[in-house]
Nanobody, 126 residues
Framework: QVQLVESGGGLVQAGESLSLSCALSGRTLRTYAMAWFRQAPGKEGEFVAGISRTGGTTYYTDSVKGRFTISRDNAKNTVALQMNSLKPEDTAVYYC???????????????????WGQGAQVTVSS
């Protein structure tokens, strides 16, 4: 059984940094493209960042480019999201997601992702 377990998150002030980690169990991470999505109160969920199976390709939504970095360690079955220069509008529940794929692409479509973590709250105060 595949499980994604997230850790990290919390409450910070604007301009500070946080990191999120996601550990996959039950399968090997190298067969999944990975992504982080977020859901803010009253808003639709959105794709934040994604990384290909090999880690050679990453993709970010425009609002986080230059501030967030997604990375993966296939040997440890983990994915991380480093968030710097946080803004109040980054406040949301962040979800780790895994997309079983045979190619090296990154999907930004929620329905393409097979497994999801439980979510981690990130709150940024102004």
């Amino acid at each position: 059984q595949v499980q994604l377990v997230e850790s990290g998150g919390g409450l910070v002030q604007a301009g500070e940094s946080l990191s999120l980690s996601c550990a996959l169990s039950g399968r090997t991470l190298r067969t999944y493209a990975m992504a982080w999505f977020r859901q803010a109160p009253g808003k639709e969920g959105e794709f934040v960042a994604g990384i290909s199976r090999t880690g050679g390709t990453t993709y970010y939504t425009d609002s986080v480019k230059g501030r967030f970095t997604i990375s993966r360690d296939n040997a440890k079955n983990t994915v991380a999201l480093q968030m710097n220069s946080l803004k109040p509008e980054d406040t949301a529940v962040y979800y780790c997601a895994a997309d079983y794929t045979l190619n090296n692409g990154i999907s930004r479509t929620r329905s393409d992702y097979n497994y999801w973590g439980q979510g981690a709250q990130v709150t940024v105060s102004s």
